[in-house]
Every structure is written in C-alpha cells, then in structure tokens.
C-alpha cells in the first residue's frame, strides 16, 4: 500500500495550488489530508468519502479549499485557493481516516509536501 502525494510548491498569498495523491495498492474509504506547520502539531485539514458525497473541513480552510477524488485513478485531489501564510506547511496525504473524540486520525499515510506560501 502506498499513498504518492505531489503538487506541492512555493506561492504568493491569495494564488492557488492543486495536490494530488495516488493511492496503490488497495482502495480505501475516507481518505484526505492533514498538514503540520513549522513548530505546529499536525492538524486535519480535508477529508472525502469513497462516494465523494461526504465531505468534511477544518474550519481554517472551509469555504478556501475543496476535496474531490477519481475512484477509477485511486486519486485524491485537495484544490486550495485563496492561500495564506498561515497555510504554509508539509502536507500528508492520508487514507482510513477516523474521527473519534473531536479529533481525526488516519491508518495510512503518504509522504509529505511541501507548501510554502509568501507574504
């Protein structure tokens, strides 16, 4: 099993950027992204069910970013618009997640990417 994160980069405030991860191996229900800023812990950021129906996002990016996956390519996709500063961080690909206590944690998880943006 292994999860392909890409599309990471550098970017001004207020421009976009699309990632992409590639999930191999098996399929897999929630699936989405977290992200760890410097000196931060690593927060949820956007999950999507396998019928994409359910969506699901914090609230500092919700109305900014939108998840989207292709069953028949096992690919996720996080489109993230309106990028801030604040948004700079690695940001992990991640499959099975689980929400429970208020928190969401996941069983599989890609590496990561990077994403900078500059004020």
């Known amino acids: 099993v292994q999860l392909q994160a890409s599309g990471g980069g550098l970017v001004p405030a207020g421009g976009s950027l699309r990632l992409s991860c590639a999930a191999s191996g098996r399929t897999f229900g929630l699936m989405g992204w977290f992200r760890q800023g410097p000196g931060k812990e690593r927060e949820f950021v956007a999950a999507i069910g396998w019928s994409a129906g359910r969506t699901y996002f914090s609230d500092s990016v919700k109305g900014r970013f939108t998840i989207s996956r292709d069953n028949a390519k096992n690919t996720v996709i996080l489109q993230m618009n309106d990028l801030k500063p604040a948004d700079t961080a690695v940001y992990y690909c991640?499959?099975?997640?689980?929400?429970?206590?208020?928190?969401?944690?996941?069983?599989?998880w890609g590496q990561g990417t990077l994403v900078t943006v500059s004020s």
């Open positions: 991640a499959a099975e997640l689980v929400r429970g206590g208020g928190s969401w944690k996941a069983n599989f």
